[in-house]
């Protein structure tokens, strides 16, 4: 009997350690690297985004805001939280509504999958028949994208609403690929970035105290430097991956 509850208390010590070091895991920084603050301190930053000369922009969310609607009763333009394609001449078209609240969107280096980030249950009307929708998704799913722009879906790469049951099930915010194909997302729950491979598995994770909301990779020379905003900071790393951007070749 006691040689069975200590291999039981070897395993749970197991299965524990396996899960701290998933989230203290420092394989993705490069050599000598580690988180540094570059701005501060605003209300809810979003959205960075690197421009071709180097600078990084980002949004400071400061009060209600007009599509998508997430919060708030302002009247919006679309008729339902979906992804979208804008066409050169200006012209919206809507791929999809199978997804309860998407969020983040990035391509993979091949430019055939598209990825998305849903963040829950949609709270706008639904379209009419025959458009799909879901009611509610904390995941990322994978979709093939053919050469007219449209969508298939293909699968859910990662379900975070899956065990039930665990205080951080719910979905993720920002997403970027690297030139490996690798997923990195933001993580509000776990207050970290999180890093997939293509067919979902965890790869590791980067811990940003204040919470993670949306990420970016430099370009050219920094494409190395991966941009973070916190809930009120901006931060940066070099990570021992580099980002991919579709209009570099």
């Not at 291999?7 to 420092?26: F, M, P, Y």
């Not at 706008?124 to 509610?136: Q, Y």
């Not at 590791?204 to 991966?226: K, S, T, V």
């Amino acid at each position: 009997m006691r040689s069975r509850v200590a291999a039981r208390a070897v395993v749970a010590l197991c299965v524990l350690a396996q899960a701290l070091s998933a989230q203290a895991d420092t394989s993705l920084v490069a050599p000598g690297s580690r988180l540094e603050k570059v701005w501060c301190c605003g209300v809810f930053l979003e959205g960075p985004a690197a421009a071709p000369d180097g600078t990084i922009y980002f949004t400071d969310v400061t009060g209600s805001h007009s599509d998508p609607r997430y919060i708030g009763d302002e009247p919006i333009e679309q008729p339902v939280l979906g992804v979208y394609r804008v066409d050169p001449d200006g012209s919206p078209h809507l791929l999809t509504a199978d997804l309860g609240k998407p969020n983040g969107v990035a391509l993979s280096p091949d430019e055939k999958t598209l990825y998305v980030a849903s963040v829950g249950k949609s709270e706008t009307a639904p379209l009419p028949e025959p458009v799909p929708t879901r009611s509610a998704l904390e995941a990322i799913t994978a979709y093939d994208l053919h050469e007219d722009g449209s969508l298939t879906f293909r699968k859910t790469l990662v379900d975070f609403m899956a065990p039930r049951g665990k205080p951080e099930t719910n979905g993720p915010d920002g997403i970027d690929t690297d030139t490996s194909g690798n997923i990195w997302a933001t993580q509000g729950n776990w207050k970290a970035v999180v890093v997939f491979d293509p067919d979902g598995n965890e790869l590791g994770r980067i811990e940003l105290p204040e919470g993670a909301a949306n990420l970016e990779f430099g370009r050219g020379a920094e494409a190395d430097w991966l941009y973070i905003t916190g809930r009120t900071g901006l931060y940066r790393v070099r990570v021992k991956a580099r980002g991919w951007h579709a209009a570099e070749r």
